[in-house]
């Protein structure tokens, strides 16, 4: 089942947590770590989930490694993210590792993208665009809440979801063309 709960403001110490663990495992491994998804965004209602992004270098067994020390493991095959329309659909630009946390350690969604790629940029923008646009983000959890209300299949969820996350991200490259937005600093 999903569950879409009210914005807690704890989330962003959740997420400092979880990535001064990652970073002490990773070390220089990881280039940067970001706190993504809505539980990045102030006031939007999300998943009790962290979504955390891990940039690197390249996706190889060194990461893997780095990450499985501290029990995180590594979801079986080279995943890749979906493509909106319009963005680069080269299938290089778009692959990733996805990790799940330790058991008993606070629930999270791992992932690692390579520098540069159109994927590592992609949730970066969208929380941005989130972030100055209070609206669309409380439209955006609206659909939220409905999808998992209404949605028989849960395992759809995201399925569903991902046109309308398009729609956003549309208007969110159109706003980054027309103010010059750039990725800012990590978060950690």
């Known amino acids: 089942m999903v569950e879409i709960v009210t914005y807690h403001p704890g989330w962003p110490a959740e997420f400092i947590r979880i990535a001064s663990d990652i970073r002490a495992a990773l070390g220089p491994l990881a280039l940067r770590i970001d706190h993504i998804g809505s539980t990045s965004v102030p006031n939007l209602s999300a998943k009790d989930v962290i979504d955390v992004q891990i940039t690197v270098a390249s ?52 992932h690692m993208r390579i520098a540069g790629r159109a994927n590592q940029r992609y949730p970066l923008l969208f929380r941005d665009y989130l972030r100055v646009h209070p609206a669309t983000a409380a439209a955006y959890a609206e659909l939220k809440r409905r999808l998992a209300e209404f949605l028989r299949n849960t395992d759809d969820y995201p399925d569903v979801k991902d046109p309308a996350v398009d729609l956003i991200y549309l208007a969110a490259e159109e706003w980054a063309t027309a103010t010059g937005w750039q990725i800012g600093p990590a978060d950690a």
Do not use: C
């Open 59 to 110: 996706l190889d067994d060194n990461v893997v490694a780095a990450m499985n020390r501290i029990g995180y493991t590594r979801t079986d095959g080279n995943f890749s993210d979906h493509v909106p329309p319009g963005a680069p659909n080269e299938s290089i630009q778009w692959e990733k590792f996805f990790f799940r946390p330790p058991p008993g350690h606070r629930r999270s969604n791992t």
